[in-house]
C-alpha cells in the first residue's frame, strides 16, 4: 500500500509500480469519484464528502476494499486507502501472512503537495496526471494520450487542500507509526522517476 499526504506522487508511483510489480491497482479516490461521475447510489453517499475533502466512512471504504482484494486474491497495490486507524486494522485482518503486507511511504512537505495539486490537472479520460509547472501536456489542456479535455478537481484548489492536509495529518499520519515494522519511507520531495528509481532499488537491489 502507498501511504502518503494528498500531493505526495501516490498516484503517479501507482501507475509505474503496478506495472512493474504486475498487480491490479486499487485507488480508492478514483473508484469514489467514478461512482460520483455514474450518479450511482455509492456515488450520491459520498459525492459531499469527497468534494469537499473529508474522509468518506470507514464501512463504506472497507467494504470497497474488501471486495477488491477479494476480487485479486493474487495481490493489490492500495493507492489511498487505508487512511484511518480504523481502515489500517480492516486491512490486516484481510490480509492472511504478516509478511505480505508492505508499506511505501512518500514523506513530502506542505509546501511541495501545495505547489503541486494547485497546478495538477488531471485526464478523465484515461487517468494521466499533469503538472502544468513540472509536466504539461504537449498540446495545451489536452492529454497526451487520448486526447480528452484535462480538468482540475474539484478538491484542488487551496482552501480544500489545507482542509485535506489538516486531515491527512490528524486521521492518516498516525498509520506511519501503526505500520512501523512495514514501512518504507521514500523522500516525497523528489521527483517522480527519483521516487520510482529508490523503490526498485529497495525491492529489488542488485
Ligand atoms: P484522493 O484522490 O486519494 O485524494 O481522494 C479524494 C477523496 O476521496 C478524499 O479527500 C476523501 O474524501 C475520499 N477518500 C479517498 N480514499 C479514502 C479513504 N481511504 N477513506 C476515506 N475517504 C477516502
Not at 490537472?121 to 489536452?142: H, L, Q
Request: aromatic letters at 6%.
Amino acid at each position: 500500500m502507498l501511504l502518503g499526504p494528498p500531493g505526495s506522487g501516490k498516484g503517479t508511483l501507482a501507475t509505474s509500480l503496478s506495472e512493474h510489480l504486475g498487480v491490479a491497482v486499487f485507488v480508492t479516490g478514483d473508484a469514489l469519484r467514478a461512482a460520483i461521475d455514474a450518479k450511482s447510489k455509492l456515488g450520491e453517499k459520498v459525492k459531499a464528502d469527497v468534494e469537499a475533502g473529508r474522509l468518506v466512512d470507514d464501512e463504506t471504504i472497507l467494504a470497497l476494499a474488501q471486495g477488491f482484494l477479494a476480487a485479486h486474491p493474487e495481490g493489490v497495490l492500495f493507492d489511498g486507502f487505508p487512511r484511518t486507524i480504523r481502515q489500517a486494522a480492516g486491512l490486516r485482518s484481510l490480509v492472511s501472512a504478516e509478511d505480505d503486507l508492505h508499506v511505501i511511504y512518500l514523506d513530502a512537505s506542505e509546501e511541495t503537495i501545495t505547489s503541486r495539486l494547485t497546478s495538477r490537472r488531471v485526464c478523465p479520460g484515461c487517468g494521466e496526471i499533469y503538472n502544468m509547472r513540472f509536466k504539461p501536456p504537449k498540446k495545451d489542456g489536452v492529454c497526451d494520450n487520448c486526447g480528452t479535455t484535462l480538468i482540475r478537481r474539484k478538491d484542488d484548489t487551496e482552501e480544500v487542500i489545507r482542509d485535506r492536509y489538516q486531515v491527512y495529518l490528524r486521521e492518516t499520519a498516525p498509520l506511519v507509526d501503526y505500520f512501523a515494522r512495514e514501512l518504507l519511507r521514500v523522500d516525497g520531495n523528489l521527483s517522480g522517476d527519483k521516487v520510482l528509481e529508490r523503490i526498485r532499488g529497495e525491492l529489488c537491489p542488485a
